[in-house]
Each structure stands twice: as C-alpha cells, then as structure tokens.
C-alpha cells in the first residue's frame, strides 16, 4: 500500500506539471499569435502614412511638410510626429503638419519618425522623404 499512495503521490505531482506546462505553451501561443498580429497589422498600417511636401511659393527656402495618414485598421497614429530635416535641424510637432526653413541650396532627407498605437500596444517607425532646395 505505501508504495501505491508513493507511485499516486509521484505521479500527481507528474500530472500537475504537465498541465502547468501545457498551459503555459498554450498561453505562450496565444500571446506570440498576438504579438504577431499586432506586427503584421501595423507594418500593413505603416504602408498608408507618407510624407508630402510643397515648396512656399514666395520663398523657395520654405517647405510645407504634411505627414499624411490614409490607413484605415485598429492602429492610430499618434499626433505627435518627430521630424528631422536633414540640415541639422529637428522638432517634435504635435500636429501632421510644420514649415521648414532651409538656410542654404542643396538635397536634404527628411525623415519623419511616428508611433502606432492600438491599445497599449505601440509600434514605430520613420518615413523619409528627399528634398532639393535650389
């Protein structure tokens, strides 16, 4: 008899670690697939924003940047979007669109970095965009 209630005690303690070991796998799986989703979601999301911009019509020196959102899923964009203008000048923007004076000619990337969100879930990225000042 007492090695029946040790083999059912042992293999108790067998059964309760299977289950916490499959539970988690199964957790484990649903987070990952979620993971997963929100990645896919966003990259997809990313492919609807750009940057467009317009010379001033004055002052070819002066840009008019707009950081366009055409996406239309779970994930939304942040409103504040951190622009670097290629010429040693950046600025957080708490709107979609800012002006930008160039002191001098020349060919300038412009990368706009911005967040998704969806939830607590974020996801980033940049969006660039070349400029040629005359």
């Known amino acids: 008899m ?13 059964f309760y670690i299977l289950i ?15 993971i997963a989703d929100d990645i896919i979601d966003c990259s997809i999301e990313a492919i609807m924003l750009s940057v467009h911009y317009e010379t001033d019509t004055i002052n070819s020196k002066i840009i008019h940047f707009e950081f366009k959102d055409e996406s239309t899923g779970d994930f939304k964009l942040r409103n504040e979007i951190s622009w670097n203008f290629g010429d040693g000048q950046s600025i957080k923007s708490t709107g979609l669109k800012i002006d930008h004076t160039y002191q001098s000619a020349g060919t300038f990337e412009v990368v706009a970095s ?21």
Not at 2 to 14: A, D, V
Not at 20 to 32: A, E, K, Q, Y
């Open 114 to 134: 911005y967040i998704l969100e969806k939830g607590s879930n974020t996801c980033n990225g940049d969006k660039k965009k070349t400029v040629k000042i005359e």
């Open 2 to 14: 007492k090695k029946l209630k040790k083999y059912f005690s042992k293999s108790s303690h067998i």
């Open 20 to 34: 916490l070991i499959i539970s988690i796998s199964v957790i484990s799986s649903l987070s990952c697939k979620k």
